[in-house]
């Protein structure tokens, strides 16, 4: 596995733990640029390098009615702004293959949703692109058929792919980690992700929205950390109780700095194995 460039640092083989956090969805340029700027020091105070994440757009969301986000043009622009301030490498998602050569003018990792990794056409056109493409290994697929996404990836010429576990479905309303499928997502030659947060939620539980398991980040992250992954994913926010998407299952913002204390240290001694 070769090291993939980040901004100012590298993923995967053998590299420092490095971070994903920000908000589910971007709900205002205020409220991103004030995330993004604690996020930053959460960072710095750790050691740990970072990135910084934000929706502009949440096209999944369970009901018709959920707020999605600010849309493509406003999304990218608050985006940029948060790049321009902080200097964090920055992860939206796409969706179609139509969005992906605007995000790439502004982000460095452009994410494919789990329920989207098998989308051929857009997983082929976020290949065309030269920046990191992090794919999230859909609920309802085995470690090992992530080959297959990312192949079509790199059938377009890139080689810089991330994979990211974020639960698999475990009866109606749940969803389960299987640790074993970290260590054969990284034997696909990719550096691997935990989405620690999401790997909580309660998907539809909560009656026209997900609900969650908070309780449990602290848990599940030392264990990811533990377990040798290159990298771990946080939807984090400053009031999650009233988050505009995905609030049941996001880490406190206030939490942050102590939990990231915790995890470089579990990831130095793991790297000096």
Known sequence: MNPIPIGPFEAGSGRDLFLVCGPCVIESQEHALSMARRVKAAFDGSGLSGVFKASFDKANRTSVSSYR?????????????VKQETGLPILTDIHEPSQVGPAAEVCDILQIPAFLCRQTDLLLEAGRTDRVINVKKGQFLAPWDMRYAAD?????GNSRIILTERGASFGYQNLVVDFRGLKMMQDLGHPVVLDVTHSLQLPGAAGGASGGQPQYIETLARAGAAAGVDGLFFEVHDDP???????????????LPDLLGKLKAIGNLVRKW
């Open 69 to 81: 986000g600010p849309g493509l043009e406003e999304g990218l622009r608050i985006l940029q702004l």
């Open 241 to 255: 109780n009233n988050a505009l998407s995905d609030g049941a299952n996001a880490l406190h913002l206030d939490l």
């Open 152 to 156: 079509k990836i790199a059938s377009a």
